[in-house]
């Protein structure tokens, strides 16, 4: 199985879905993230406020290149990553793309106490959650190969769902 690229809007339960798939394949788990923060000696709202999104844009571009090309992995991306065609073209040719979903209410829960996602500060409300998530959502199923909602679902029900697709799609490019 090649890397397994975790896809899907923020709070949608990426980054603890990534670290139980590292266990349980015992495979390196690559936060984006907290990858581009520590590169950037830098928290995400900080990089946001100095150096603009434009240049977050850019640094996960540069890091998922690196990734789609490394030893098999499971990478947490950022929520905008699929925003960009080359991203998408990238995950597909590295590995398996991977989209969890959840609803509005959801993810709302999940982020309410989290302050550092600048784009849902101040916008921490279904209506927005909603918004952007449909606005979205095109380029999030057209760059997945497999979906999964974690909204009524444990960690390990999402990971024994993501094995079995993927093992049953045969999706090992
Ligand atoms: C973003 C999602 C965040 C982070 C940044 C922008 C987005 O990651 O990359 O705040 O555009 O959806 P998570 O999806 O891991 O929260």
């Known amino acids: 199985m090649n890397t397994l690229f975790l896809i899907g809007f923020m709070g949608a339960g990426k980054t603890s879905v990534s670290q139980a798939l590292g266990q349980l394949l015992h495979r390196k788990v690559v936060e984006m993230d907290q990858c581009i923060a520590e590169q950037e000696g830098m928290s995400i709202p900080e990089i946001f406020a100095q150096k603009g999104e434009d240049y977050f844009r850019a640094c996960e571009t540069a890091l998922l290149e690196r990734f789609s090309n490394s030893e098999p992995c499971v990478v947490s991306c950022g929520g905008g990553v699929p925003m960009r065609e080359e991203n998408v073209a990238a995950m597909r040719r590295g590995g398996t793309v991977v989209l969890l979903t959840a609803r509005p209410e959801v ?44 909204s009524d679902r444990t960690i390990a029900e999402i990971c024994q769902m993501v094995l079995q697709q993927t093992a049953s799609s045969g999706s090992n490019h």
């Open 107 to 150: 993810i709302l829960e999940r982020v309410r106490d989290d302050h550092n996602r600048p784009l849902l500060e101040g916008h921490k409300d279904v209506p927005y959650i909603t918004a952007l998530m449909e606005q979205r959502r095109p380029k999030y199923e057209a760059a997945a190969d497999l979906i999964v909602d974690t």
